[in-house]
T-cell receptor
Framework: ETGVTQTPRHLVMGMTNKKSLKCEQHLGHNAMYWYKQSAKKPLELMFVYNFKEQTENNSVPSRFSPECPNSSHLFLHLHTLQPEDSALYLC?????????????FGPGTRLTVL | GQQLNQSPQSMFIQEGEDVSMNCTSSSIFNTWLWYKQDPGEGPVLLIALYKAGELTSNGRLTAQFGITRKDSFLNISASIPSDVGIYFCAGISSGSARQLTFGSGTQLTVLP
């Protein structure tokens, strides 16, 4: 248990569906992240939020829409996804004000797009 | 962008053997982190290194921050079956707004 929870753990959706992934951290951190993990590839940073403000968007397609209502919660809204979007989506959090940026990860959501 | 070269990609070892893996980069990093990921789970932080030359242990795990600040290695001594998983290195450079750059991982299999 790392203090970062993600729901759902598994999600199967069609290309026309709309769904949302949820992340919650119980560590008192103020930065949260979304990563995509595909087979045989390094983790890809998607979005960064510091103090609820989005500070990084790594050229992610608009069919992925993040939302950070407060520093403990992070959502990833999904719509009209493609089969190549199937992957493990990981949420992480850290204390952004520290000089050192150890990030703590949730267990991930395994997404399959049919 | 920055890249980390992690090797080996995979290892098959006998229980009880020692293991070594490393990460190298053409860029200088200020922090090195080592994570382990079990199947179906997120990465778990094992060791964090903050200074060039630093050697840090966590149980049977030992990691070092290279003197050139462009590499790091992780050693696991006397491996056991629960060491199975994917090990990732990650680095933070001064010019990256404190974001992590990840290696591609080392898949470790421990044979009984």
């Amino acid at each position: 248990e790392t203090g970062v929870t993600q729901t759902p753990r598994h999600l199967v959706m069609g290309m026309t569906n709309k769904k949302s992934l949820k992340c919650e951290q119980h560590l008192g951190h103020n930065a949260m992240y979304w990563y995509k993990q595909s087979a045989k590839k390094p983790l890809e940073l998607m979005f960064v939020y510091n103090f609820k403000e989005q500070t990084e968007n790594n050229s992610v397609p608009s069919r992925f829409s993040p939302e950070c209502p407060n520093s403990s919660h992070l959502f990833l809204h999904l719509h009209t996804l493609q089969p190549e979007d199937s992957a493990l989506y990981l949420c992480a959090s850290s204390q952004a004000s520290r000089d050192y940026n150890e990030q703590f990860f949730g267990p991930g959501t395994r997404l399959t797009v049919l | 962008g920055q890249q980390l070269n992690q090797s080996p990609q995979s290892m098959f070892i006998q229980e009880g053997e020692d293991v070594s893996m490393n990460c190298t980069s053409s860029s200088i990093f200020n922090t090195w982190l080592w994570y382990k990921q079990d199947p179906g789970e997120g990465p778990v932080l094992l060791i964090a290194l903050y200074k060039a030359g630093e050697l840090t242990s966590n149980g049977r795990l030992t990691a070092q921050f290279g003197i050139t600040r462009k590499d790091s290695f992780l050693n696991i001594s006397a491996s056991i079956p629960s060491d199975v998983g994917i090990y990732f290195c990650a680095g933070i450079s001064s010019g990256s707004a404190r974001q992590l750059t990840f290696g591609s991982g080392t898949q470790l299999t421990v044979l009984p």
